[in-house]
């Protein structure tokens, strides 16, 4: 298993960019691949980016394609997510979650989970 922690949500406007970090206590996290979701009220947990255990691969949802950004800084256990041109429908509680096996953008198919970090885009 592995502990994950979000930090960097906050409050922003429209149009404003905001950084996401998630730190994993295990003890070898080139096993895990690496996602981003988030949950907006009412709303089911919806997946925002993944990458590969290495980096060299990523994936987007289409909603977030050309605005964000993942990367992993595997030396430090660390996941981020980079937030550009953001939009009050990115309003949501951000997610950070790991998985050993294949790649997947499949949210049942993460095992372990951060507490979330909330990320609010007023207009």
């Known amino acids: 298993q592995v502990q994950l922690v979000e930090s960097g949500g906050g409050l922003v406007q429209a149009g404003d960019s905001l950084r996401l970090s998630c730190a994993a206590s295990v003890h070898t996290f080139t096993d895990y691949i690496m996602g981003w979701f988030r949950q907006a009220p009412g709303k089911e947990r919806d997946f925002v980016a993944t990458?590969?255990?290495?980096?060299?691969?990523?994936s987007y949802a289409d909603s977030v394609r050309g605005r964000f950004t993942v990367s992993r800084d595997n030396a430090k256990n660390t996941v981020s997510l980079q937030m550009n041109s953001l939009t009050p429908s990115d309003t949501g509680v951000y997610y950070c979650?790991?998985?050993?096996?294949?790649?997947?953008?499949?949210?049942?198919?993460?095992?372990?989970w951060g507490q979330g970090t909330q990320v609010t885009v007023s207009s």
């Open positions: 990458i590969s255990r290495d980096g060299n691969f990523r």
């Open positions: 979650a790991a998985r050993t096996g294949s790649f997947t953008l499949y949210r049942d198919r993460y095992t372990d």
